[in-house]
């Protein structure tokens, strides 16, 4: 209930205030998974996507929004759940995996989920090179993705700003790319093959300057690195910011 009332009072609040350009709202299925695939500019694009998307949509959060101690924690964990958000450990060894696991979840059940092919948020504003876990849930879901790309996302919050600004955002949705026909959801071929029409479509539509290599941010620890090792050839990129 909470989560419904928290969605219904963002939404016009967010549209008064902010008075978003939307464009291809239409496109997003109203029923039946689907998964969005977005370019990353801001901590604030999953906000942004849940409040201005026709439907719930379910997106990963790391974990520390959601165990937070005293006031500020239970205003966080709060937050976070009434917006949608699933808690992943982005330490864990399995992080990827286990993210890409929890998103199957949401589309098996019927569900819409978001994920940013980058992996990390875009530092430059350049687009990065996809990486192929977005694919995997495609194909192994058998569900449409439809592209979606953000601008003006990077200056509603900068890192520092404790409260969002009053900017102009426009995000734009496009036409779904069904999955099937790409192949099998265990092909590195397939997986790549849909992963860079779906980057594609995104840059077609945010116009971003191409960086035509992965986005990768220093590593927090051993257990990163040890990661980032184990998936260099087919990264599969699910890990939130």
């Known amino acids: 209930m909470f989560k419904t009332i928290a969605r219904g009072l963002a939404r016009p609040l967010a549209g008064a205030v902010y008075?978003?350009?939307?464009?291809?709202?239409?496109?997003?299925?109203?029923?039946?998974?689907?998964?969005?695939?977005?370019?990353h500019l801001s901590f604030m694009d999953s906000v942004v996507i849940t409040v201005i998307a026709p439907r719930d949509v379910r997106f990963l959060a790391k974990q520390e929004y959601f165990t937070g101690e005293g006031l500020k924690?239970?205003?966080s964990k709060t937050f976070f759940e009434s917006i949608g958000a699933i808690p992943v450990d982005r330490e864990s060894a399995t992080a990827a995996q286990d993210s890409l696991e929890r998103g199957r979840e949401v589309l098996e059940s019927g569900g819409a989920f978001?994920?940013?092919?980058?992996?990390?948020?875009?530092?430059?504003?350049?687009?990065?090179?996809?990486r192929t876990g977005v694919a995997w849930l495609?194909?192994?879901?058998?569900?449409?993705?439809?592209?979606?790309?953000?601008?003006?996302?990077?200056?509603?919050q900068p890192d520092g700003a404790r409260v969002p600004r009053v900017t102009p955002v426009t995000i734009r949705f496009?036409?779904?790319?069904?999955?099937?026909?790409?192949?099998?959801a265990g092909s590195a071929r397939a997986r790549r093959r849909l992963t860079d029409d779906v980057m594609a479509a995104i840059a077609?539509?945010?116009?971003?300057?191409l960086?035509?290599?992965?986005?990768?941010?220093?590593a927090s620890g051993v257990v990163e690195r040890v990661r980032r090792a184990m998936h260099r050839n087919d990264p599969g990129g699910a890990t939130p910011d």
Do not use: H
């Open 19 to 39: 008075r978003p350009t939307v464009i291809g709202r239409e496109l997003v299925p109203r029923e039946g998974a689907v998964l969005l695939a977005s370019n």
């Open 73 to 75: 924690g239970r205003v």
């Open 114 to 130: 978001a994920i940013y092919p980058e992996g990390t948020r875009s530092r430059d504003g350049r687009l990065y090179r996809g």
């Open 138 to 156: 495609g194909l192994t879901t058998g569900c449409p993705i439809v592209p979606v790309a953000l601008s003006g996302t990077e200056n509603l």
């Open 174 to 184: 496009g036409e779904p790319i069904q999955s099937a026909g790409y192949g099998e």
């Open 204 to 209: 077609a539509m945010s116009g971003q300057e």
């Open 211 to 218: 960086a035509n290599a992965y986005n990768e941010p220093p």
